[in-house]
């Protein structure tokens, strides 16, 4: 099974500043990696995928790089929204959840 | 507009057994894999299980296998979970998502909460 690892798991920031959130998996899983942001209460909603891939309607200040065992996720200007926790994901074989950055003020 | 609602959830008995469903609006719902992730209070997200745009492939977490199973009915737009044996561990937050090859879990479910309690 692939592991995914997170840090860090707490990251406190505030607004304008730039955001580096690190994903690892156990084993290469190439660029199948996607980043979700989820917001107390809320579903998870996929931000990145194929580690670099931006969604549709997602704003161009969240990027993601990476590929093999180590990716990032990026947020340029930290905005009053971004505040939740973020998870990363791998789909290379089957799917594991990384256990999430709680991006807090 | 693209939408998937999950009913079902409740409170049961360990040993006791739930169905839930997702219901599909919006997109051609034979055309996509589906797959159920769910989430303890508190804690992270976790994959539950997977199934491919025909039912003909089917995977599943080992902490649900030989418990659990997943179908779907393309004809009503729908995904099950058949959710047997229910343990006190199996107590979450269950969500339906799309699945796309290429941007895994795009579209998500509001969840359906489950509670195994005695």
């Given amino acids: ?105 | 507009q693209v939408q998937l609602v999950e009913s079902g959830g409740g409170l049961v008995k360990p040993g006791g057994s739930l169905r839930l469903s997702c219901a599909a609006s919006g997109f051609t719902f034979s055309d996509y894999y589906m797959s159920w992730i769910r989430q303890a209070p508190g804690k992270g997200l976790e994959w539950v299980s997977y199934i491919s745009s025909s039912g003909s492939t089917i995977y599943y977490a080992d902490s649900v296998k030989g418990r659990f199973t997943i179908s779907r009915d393309n004809a009503k737009n729908s995904l099950y979970l058949q959710m047997n044996s229910l343990r006190a561990e199996d107590t979450a937050v269950y969500y339906c998502a799309r699945t796309d090859y290429r941007r895994a879990f795009d579209i998500w479910g509001q969840g359906t909460m489950v509670t195994v309690s005695s």
């Fill in chain 1, 1 to 105: 099974d692939i592991q995914m690892t997170q840090s860090p798991s707490t990251l406190s920031a505030s607004v304008g500043d730039r955001v580096t959130i690190t994903c690892r998996a156990s084993q290469s899983i190439s660029s199948w990696l996607a980043w979700y942001q989820q917001k107390p209460g809320k579903a998870p909603k996929l931000l990145i995928y194929k580690a670099s891939s931006l969604e549709s309607g997602v704003p161009s200040r969240f990027s993601g790089s990476g590929s093999g065992t180590e990716f990032t996720l990026t947020i340029s200007s930290l905005q009053p929204d971004d505040f939740a926790t973020y998870y990363c994901q791998q789909y290379n074989s089957y799917f594991t959840f990384g256990p999430g950055t709680n991006v807090e003020i």
